[in-house]
Structures are given as C-alpha cells and as structure tokens.
C-alpha cells in the first residue's frame, strides 16, 4: 500500500473534466484508489462523481492511498496528474482567458453615443457583442407518470434504466460523428471533450448505482432518475466553492437527457435553430449547447449559469458572447423579439430600441472589422519594413490543436511539446504509437515545418514507465536531454518513430535542456545508430534537421561550438529566463526577477543570435515572450527569424511583424 500527499494544482480544483479524466485514467490500473481531502472527507478516486462531490479545490491537499499489485503506477499517474494546472482541460480553455475568436479588442468609439437606458445584469460568460432575433430554448418540465412500480416490474424496470444509457451513449456517439461535426459547426472538439466528461458522469458508478437502488426498492427509473439528479445537483448547489455550484447544471443537464429517454418524451430540437439568432434559455447544459449547429448562433443569454459553467466555456471556446445568470422570468423571454447581448459589459437588452440598437450595431461593425482586418494576415507571410521574413508557427502539444493552429495561420509549428504523448498514460507510448502521432501531425502541415522536440520531462512531471530520483532541485536535475542519454530504453523508440515520421514531410527535431557539447555529440551519434538499426531491418525513414534549444546559460555561454553542430536554434525563454535570473518560473513571489525583458536575459538572447549569425543557422524562440510584443522589435533586431507561440496569438503578431 503507497500513501501519498499531494498538492493539487488543478485550475479551480477536481471539478467536472478532471475528475472525470482522473476516474477513468485510474480505472485502467488494478489498485484500490482513494482519495482524502483536507477537510477529511474521503472517496473512491475510480467514481467522478465521488470526487467531484470531495470539492477538492486548487491548492488543496489531499492525502491518496493506493493498494494493488500496480499501486506503483498509479501513484505515478495521481502525482502527474494533480500537478497539472491543465489536468483534463487540455483541449478547452478554462480560464477564463479570451480565446481566438473571441479575442479582446479594443473598439473604436462609435459615432451613435451610447444610450443612457441601462441593460438587464447578469454576469459576463463570454465577451464580445451580439444583437439578432431571439431563439427561445425552454424544455417542457419532465415529470414522471408515475413513482412506484410492482416488485415483479423491478427487473424489467433495470433492463429498461440500462436500455436508456446505452441509448444516451448512442445520442453522444451519433452526435459526434465527424460527418455531423462539419454540419455542426467549427471547433467541435472542444466542445466534445465537455460532453464527454459529462457523458462518463452520466454513467458514474455513483449515479447509476443510486438510480439502480432505487429501482431496486420499487421505484419507477424515471422518477427515481429525476429524484437522484435532483438531490445529486442540490448537493453541488450547497457547496461553497462557486466552481463547484456550477457544476449542479452538468447534473441536471445530463438528468434531463436520460429521464427525456425513460419518459420517451422529445426534447426541443436545437439542431433546428434559425440562422444568426441568439439562442435564450433558462438552463441550458453544455450537453444541450453541443447540438446547436454554432455557425447559426451569434449569441447565448441564460436565466441560469454562470462564468465558470460549460456552457460559458464552449462560448468562450467558439467565440460567441454570452451573458449568464439574467434575472428574468420564462414569460419575459418568451415576449422578447430581438435581444443585445453584451458580453463586455455582461447584461442584455431585451427589444432594444432603435437608438439602443443603432450604438450596439456600431460596436458589432468596429468589431468585425477589427476581426476581418486580422484574418487579412492568414495568409500572409509576414516581413518587416526593412524586408525581414519572419516565420510565425504555433507551438502545439496535440494532434487535437491541429486545425486551431491552420486557422489562425500558423506557418508550420515551432515547438511541438511530446510530453503530453508521454502523460496520462500508465506505461510508455511504444514507437508504433508514437511514430502515428508524428506523423500525423508533419503530413498535416506539409510542405510547412514541425519542429517536435524531444522528451523534456523531469523530476517535477514524472512519467510511468520511468522511475525518477527524489530530488532537492528537479529543474537542475535530472530533465529533458540529460534522462533521455541516460535511458536509451526510453529515447529510441522516440528517435526512430521521428526517423521514420520524417517521409511524411518537412520534419525538424530539436533537443531540449542542452548544458554541454558532447550532450549534443551524443544525440547526434545515437540518432545515427538509431537510423542504422531502422535501415538493417529495412524499416523506411528519413534523416531531419537538428536542432536545439538554447534555455542553460552554459548553452549561450558556448553557442558558437553548439552553432557548428546544429542546424538551428530555438530560444525556450520560459527557462532561460529562469536560469539566467536563477527565478524559478513558477514562483509568483520573486516575479520580478523573472523577467525576458531583464538586460540579463535580453543580453544572452543577443549573444546566441550573434553566434548563429557566425555559424550561418537559423534562430527562433518558441517561449511565452515570444508573443510579447514588447520584445518583437528587439527580437527581430538581435536576427531572430521565427517565433513559435499559442496559436491564439499568431495573428496579433503577423500584423505587428508588417508594421515594424
Ligand atoms: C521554454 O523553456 O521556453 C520552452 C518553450 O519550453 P517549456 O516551456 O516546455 O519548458
Ligand atoms: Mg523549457
């Protein structure tokens, strides 16, 4: 038996999706999980719902014991898995934080004032602007015929309760079949991953099993289910944490399908709704909003909800303003014609009048034209006044992110992250695996370039498979390129799955964490035996440029030995700037130390693209500054050609890039 203590660093704590992620993730393994919150509550870590219903908040910390013949692993997995702030929200954005098409612009002041009648309040789900005819989303209440059944209908009572969840599944599945994703609308895949995690709350041992007991104790499944999704979502009402209230609407949402199929009574279809309205409703779950063909929708108002809920996620996803938690009545919304919804300010204007609607209509203009004058930069191939090209790729770390970066015009990507790959997982990805990833990914961007980088994980964010060392200082310690030489086991499957993945396009690889020469001598002698050993089995493969990343100030301090044995540079400003400050990154008390625009770090910068000048290589960055546009000017002075970021942020930079 392992017990452990961890600090979970989950954005907003184990609400929905990671809980979700985490059950299953943990269902895989053999042991017994289970998991203690600091308040002494404990429960099964394989039941979403139970571990939802801990609330276990960011920061939290929770004590986990672990029993079975892989408690190893799985241990592994638990202390990866809480330490990820991005823990089961890889594919949506949860922050918060405005997503690509819902981008904060700055809008000229219109020429119509602003008129002094003030709007309805509710709170801001999602900014932006939006103003149509209303599309009114109002279910009719479900209520069971009848409560209690005969003891002989029981088991046919079951059959017919699992019948419904199997079916429930079905609707998931036919829903989001990729040939209805392109009738659906953009992005879907985000939006998936939501649904999906309330799809595995749907069939959580702890809801089911209450529904089945009540069956069991004569009660008619519709009712019952109606009954325990009510008590199920008044208990995350009650909590104290706002995230987790939030979380009562997953709930209802997913009661409301299940008990629409045990009643056989249809809800509203929403894949029906009129083009360009604004979709109202009391309670929308984000199950129900993933129906709504999106491209028909321009805005979402709701009696319900609120910022943190995942419908305004999947707004803030599509970029479509949503305003939530208004205070009105059924009747209110069934009178409104036309409506304003006004992300920014977070209220609504019902039946706007022609002067409310003349100023917002100036808005929604500024704003698409802000919008449209970006998307100008799609396509374009950025060069600065002085005839600089400067490459603007995406930094990615999975196939999901794929289409997002094409959208916003990445011209390649500049970092692939493979530590996802690597995570979530109770043992290593084999070549095979690997190699399908990689190649995916350089045959969807060919002819433009992928620079994947290699292993970089390390003492903070360990891997199954490979047992690390306690250590006092894991980011001085045993990391990236430094593992990597030392377990061969581990890297050959990643180099030659790369060798192999380099037939489908224009793959370059680069190495991180790199402190000394002769690590790079070493890479590049085994990614040679790695090659001999793939043409010996007649395996097809393909040699790719080199590179690495310079993020140790022993990299800048020899960048001209590094320069003659590599083919580019790519600058990892998150760590260099750690290093060179000695600032670690994740400490918010000595964040004014950690600084790119520190003249220390500006300094090394300089002087690795002095060396690469003097070798003739290419140099990027793929850091977090390398979307600061402070910096661009400096960068782009010092000879740095490309910058690699989120994808949300290529299309500010092209435009700032033209106008240097
Ligand atoms: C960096 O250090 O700047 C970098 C891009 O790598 P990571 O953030 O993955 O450490
Ligand atoms: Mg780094």
């Known amino acids: 038996m392992i017990t452990l203590e961890a600090t979970v660093a989950v954005k907003e704590g184990l609400h929905t999706r990671p809980a979700a992620q985490l059950a299953k993730t943990l269902k895989l393994f053999d042991s017994t999980v289970e998991l203690k919150s600091s308040k002494g509550k404990s429960a099964s870590a394989k039941s979403s719902v139970k571990l939802m219903l801990l609330g276990i908040k960011e920061g939290e910390t929770v004590q986990v014991l672990i029993d079975g013949s892989d408690e190893h692993d799985a241990a592994d997995v638990i202390r990866r898995s809480l330490s990820d702030p991005d823990f089961g929200l890889e594919l949506s954005d949860d922050s918060g934080a405005i997503v690509q098409g819902a981008m904060p612009l700055?809008?000229?002041?219109?020429?119509?004032?602003?008129?002094?009648?003030?709007?309805?309040?509710?709170?801001?789900?999602?900014?932006?602007?939006?103003?149509?005819p209303v599309h009114v989303y109002i279910p009719e209440k479900l209520v069971a015929t009848r409560q209690v059944i005969e003891v002989g209908e029981i088991p046919d009572e079951l059959s017919r309760f699992r019948r419904a969840l199997l079916q429930l599944e079905q609707r998931f599945v036919a829903a989001h079949q990729p040939a209805g994703d392109a009738a659906r609308?953009?992005?879907?895949?985000?939006?998936?991953?939501?649904?999906?995690?309330?799809?595995?709350?749907?069939?959580?041992?702890?809801?089911?099993?209450?529904?089945?007991?009540g069956i069991e104790g004569q009660g008619d499944a519709a009712a019952v289910t109606l009954r325990v999704g009510a008590v199920l979502a008044s208990t995350f009402e009650a909590m104290p944490d706002e995230y987790m209230r939030a979380r009562a609407e997953d709930i209802r949402g997913v009661t409301r399908q299940l008990a629409s199929i045990l009643l056989g009574q249809q809800l509203p279809d929403l894949g029906s709704i009129r083009e360009h309205c604004i979709l109202v409703a009391n309670d929308l779950s984000a199950w129900e909003f993933s129906r709504v063909p999106i491209d028909r929708v321009q805005g979402l108002v709701c009696i319900g909800g609120s910022a943190t809920s995942h419908v305004a996620i999947m707004a803030r996803t599509y970029g479509r303003p949503a305003v939530l938690g208004v205070p009105l009545s059924e009747a209110d919304l069934q009178a409104a014609k036309s409506i304003v919804v006004d992300g920014d300010a977070g209220q609504v204007i019902i039946n706007p009048t022609e002067l409310e609607a003349a100023h917002y209509r100036g808005l929604i203009r500024a704003e698409e034209e802000?919008?449209?004058?970006?998307?100008?930069?799609?396509?374009?191939?950025?060069?600065?006044?002085?005839?600089?090209?400067?490459?603007?790729?995406?930094?990615?770390?999975?196939?999901?992110?794929?289409?997002?970066?094409?959208?916003?015009?990445?011209?390649g990507v500049g970092l692939f992250r493979t530590e996802l790959l690597f995570m979530q997982r109770p043992s290593l990805p084999n070549e095979d695996e690997q190699f399908a990833v990689y190649s995916e990914l350089v045959a969807a961007f060919n002819p433009l370039p992928v620079v994947i980088r290699t292993l970089d994980i390390g003492g903070d964010k360990p891997v199954a498979g490979v047992e690390f060392p306690k250590e006092e200082n894991p980011f001085l310690g045993w990391r990236g390129v430094r593992m990597c030489l030392d377990r061969p086991d581990v890297f050959r499957p990643q180099i030659k799955a790369l060798l192999r993945a380099s037939l489908s396009g224009n793959l370059k690889v680069m190495v991180p964490m790199i402190s000394a020469v002769e690590e790079v001598r070493q890479v590049k002698a085994f990614i040679e035996a790695c090659a001999l050993e793939l043409e010996a089995d007649g395996v097809p493969h393909a040699r790719f440029e080199l590179g690495i990343m310079i993020e140790t100030p022993a990299a800048v301090l020899q960048a001209d030995e590094l320069a003659a044995?590599?083919?580019?540079?790519?600058?990892?400003?998150?760590?260099l700037t750690q290093y060179v400050m000695a600032a670690d990154r994740g400490n918010s008390q000595i964040s004014r130390l950690y600084r790119t625009d520190n003249p220390a770090v500006k300094k090394a910068i300089e002087l690795t693209c002095q060396a690469a000048a003097r070798a003739g290589i290419w140099v990027g960055v793929c850091g977090e500054a390398a979307a600061d546009h402070k910096l661009l000017q400096s960068f782009v002075e010092m000879g740095v050609t490309e910058l690699s970021m989120s994808p949300a942020a290529i299309l500010p930079t092209k435009k700032l890039i033209s106008e240097l």
């Open 106 to 132: 700055e809008v000229e002041p219109t020429a119509v004032a602003k008129p002094a009648h003030a709007g309805i309040k509710g709170v801001s789900g999602s900014r932006g602007v939006a103003m149509g």
């Open 185 to 213: 609308g953009k992005d879907r895949d985000k939006g998936d991953d939501i649904v999906r995690a309330l799809l595995d709350v749907a069939q959580d041992e702890e809801f089911v099993g209450a529904i089945l007991r």
């Open 370 to 411: 802000l919008r449209s004058g970006l998307a100008r930069y799609r396509d374009l191939v950025p060069h600065t006044s002085g005839g600089r090209r400067i490459e603007v790729a995406a930094n990615l770390g999975s196939l999901a992110e794929i289409r997002l970066a094409k959208e916003a015009g990445a011209m």
């Open 565 to 575: 044995e590599v083919a580019f540079f790519s600058i990892g400003t998150n760590d």
